[in-house]
């Protein structure tokens, strides 16, 4: 079936140990996004990729970055994650911007820990 | 600054009741509304999307409307199950393309 997956679903790092999340997709859309949730919270949008062009949402930490190396692939990269940068990470994809295309499907997730 | 407000933020029904949860928004200019599913502790399963130049949209039990004039969109569940026990979100897509979340309606459906 085509789908969004996250790897790992659940990650155990360090305070201040770089840490990187994994998503990739096989719906060969166009738009990859990345969400910050934390508890009994909305999903917040942290920057999405339209094809290789990146997009930065302007309230998002310049501790976190993103990659993304082809059309199927995306990283989330925390440089010096914190206590604060505990939640879950949520990936989601969209074949355009506008209109229908632009209805998002999600991943599981990934569930960061920062000890 | 837009936003996106859910009423109630849990909501507690015995098993086979219809219920409406209700989403509000402040921005009249969006591009399309989605209602989510999001089971604990798993990602987000879209549910419905309804375009803002359509009213409603509907999937099997499932009933979502649209009202961009007051800025209200529904979501009508028929013959509730316990099966349908989630955190429902609503976001609508702003013009920057940005998805702009609602808190959720925690729904419990008592067998």
């Known amino acids: 079936d085509a789908m969004v997956i996250q790897n790992p679903r659940y990650q155990v790092t360090q305070f201040g140990k770089p840490v990187t999340l994994s998503c990739s997709q096989t719906l060969n859309h166009n738009v990859m996004y990345w969400y910050q949730q934390k508890s009994s919270q909305a999903p917040k949008l942290l920057f999405h990729?339209?094809?290789?062009?990146?997009?930065n949402e302007a309230d998002t930490p310049d501790n976190f970055q993103s990659r993304r190396p082809n059309t199927s692939f995306c990283f989330l990269d925390i440089r010096s994650p914190g206590l604060g940068d505990a939640a879950m990470y949520l990936c989601a994809t969209s074949r355009g911007l506008a209109g229908g295309s632009s209805e998002q499907y999600f991943g599981p997730g990934t569930r960061l820990t920062v000890t | 600054k837009q936003e996106v407000t859910q009423i109630p933020a849990a909501l507690s029904v015995p098993e086979g009741e219809n219920l409406v949860l209700n989403c509000s928004f402040t921005d009249s200019a969006i591009y399309n509304l989605q209602w989510f599913r999001q089971d604990p502790g798993k990602g987000l399963t879209s549910l419905l999307l309804i375009q803002s130049s359509q009213r409603e949209q509907t999937s099997g039990r499932l009933n979502a409307s649209l009202d961009k004039s007051s800025g209200r969109s529904t979501l009508y569940i028929a013959a509730s199950q316990p099966g349908d026990s989630a955190t429902y979100l609503c976001a609508h897509r702003s013009n920057t393309g940005k998805l702009i979340f609602g808190q959720g309606t925690t729904l419990q459906v008592k067998p």
């Open positions: 990729y339209y094809d290789k062009d990146f997009n």
